[in-house]
């Protein structure tokens, strides 16, 4: 059974740090990101990347602070979070694609999600 389990959400202090994980339960895929939807917004692409390495893409509101990879033999994909800003407030979900195209716009597999609150 396929899964992405999210962890490393929670409260930070407004310039702080925090590292997001997702591990990968059941296959492998050709591509990952990370979204994330803040209340009352539509879900937004934060970072994406190839699994195989390279290809990332970022939201423009993250760039320079935000940083996506992965390590293949934990299956685990990271996204570490710099400079959080109170509008980084938000649910963050991984996500996953077969395909290497539709990771930034509609990919096939949603994690439950895991919660940032930055405080000002």
């Known amino acids: 059974q396929v899964r992405l389990v999210e962890s490393g959400g929670g409260l930070v202090q407004a310039g702080g740090s925090l590292r997001l994980s997702c591990v990968v339960f059941?296959?492998?895929?050709?591509?990952m990101g990370w979204f994330r939807q803040a209340p009352g917004k539509e879900r937004e692409l934060v970072a994406s990347m190839s699994w195989t390495g390279g290809s990332e893409v970022y939201g423009d509101s993250v760039k320079g602070r935000f940083a996506i990879s992965r390590d293949t033999a934990e299956n685990t994909l990271y996204l570490q979070m710099n400079s959080l800003k109170p509008e980084d407030t938000a649910d963050y979900y991984c996500?996953?694609?077969?395909?290497?195209?539709?990771?930034?716009?509609?990919?096939?597999?949603w994690g439950q999600g895991t919660q940032v609150t930055v405080s000002s």
């Open positions: 059941g296959r492998t895929f050709s591509s």
């Open positions: 996500a996953a694609d077969l395909s290497y195209t539709a990771i930034t716009t509609l990919p096939a597999y």
